[in-house]
């Protein structure tokens, strides 16, 4: 963050081992598979630049060389690697081994296949922009249910009037879904002495204290899990594409 507040910094998750993607992550990991001609990670990247974040930090495990030459030339945002290949963090603990490369203040955490169509302002933009460190420790982005595509679950948080989130009742349903894409006070990360560990964790933390939020995503959420996911986010994309054409 700069003196101002504004947020500068992200952490794109790029470690997993994609096994829902199979056969296709059997030779290249899930962050470089294409769509709609780009690779999933630089669909992250590059709305992040387009958010004006200016440095990035990459984690990576699985396939992890492939991954960091790919990122090597992009100057926007500037990438710095996180390298987990000697064991898997799962994303808490990845954040966590990242934070003296993050730095002190809040950052965005964006999963590196959290893919959207955009509507009329950077979402990413509108995280930022509604973010509140005075009562927020989290502020995730989320998606309707009815506006996921790809996405057949039965919702992970109620929205309430204030912003605040609640989970989703054990036998019961939600309207929204978490969107993988947040924005994070690094010291909820305090106290934490397992070595893997899930985000969730981090936002049951903010949520046990009333501080977790969350912004509507604008747009349509792609839930970019298997080859299937991947063939329906494509003809989405190109469909459109044709339509606003």
Same mark, same amino acid.
């Given at each position: 963050?700069?003196?101002?507040? =504004? ?16 056969? %296709?992550?059997?030779?290249?990991? =899930? ?6 001609? *780009? ?7 590059? *709305?992040?630049?387009?958010?004006? %974040? ?13 991954? $960091? ?9 500037? %990438? ?9 963090? $799962? ?32 979402? %990413? ?79 049951? =933390? ?40």
């Amino acid at each position: 963050m700069t003196r101002e507040g =504004k947020i500068e910094t992200a952490m794109v998750l790029a470690a997993g081992f994609g096994t829902r993607m199979r056969p %296709i992550t059997d030779t290249i990991p =899930k962050p470089l598979v294409r769509l709609d001609g *780009r690779a999933l990670i630089d669909h992250a990247l590059d *709305r992040l630049a387009d958010a004006g %974040i200016l440095r990035a930090v990459v984690n990576v495990h699985y396939l992890a060389d492939q991954i $960091e030459a790919h990122v090597r030339p992009r100057r926007t945002p500037e %990438i710095t690697v996180s390298d987990e290949r000697d064991a898997v963090l $799962e994303t808490g603990g990845g954040v966590a081994k990242a934070l003296p490369l993050l730095g002190l203040h809040p950052f965005i955490v964006h999963n590196s296949d959290s893919v959207w169509s955009e509507g009329a302002r950077s979402n %990413i933009a509108a995280l930022t922009a509604a973010w509140e460190p005075h009562r927020m420790d989290v502020l995730l982005l989320l998606s309707h249910r009815d506006r996921s595509l790809g996405y057949d679950g039965r919702g992970d948080y109620t929205l309430g009037d204030d912003g605040r989130l609640a989970r989703r009742p054990r036998d019961g349903e939600a309207a929204h879904v978490y969107a993988g894409v947040s924005i994070l006070n690094p010291a909820l990360f305090d106290g934490i002495a397992d070595r893997a560990f899930s985000l969730n964790r981090i936002f049951d =933390k903010a949520m046990a204290e009333g501080r977790l939020f969350g912004v509507e995503l604008d747009g349509t959420w792609m839930h970019v899990g298997t080859p299937e996911a991947l063939a329906d986010a494509e003809r989405f994309l190109n469909d459109r594409r044709r339509r606003t054409a």
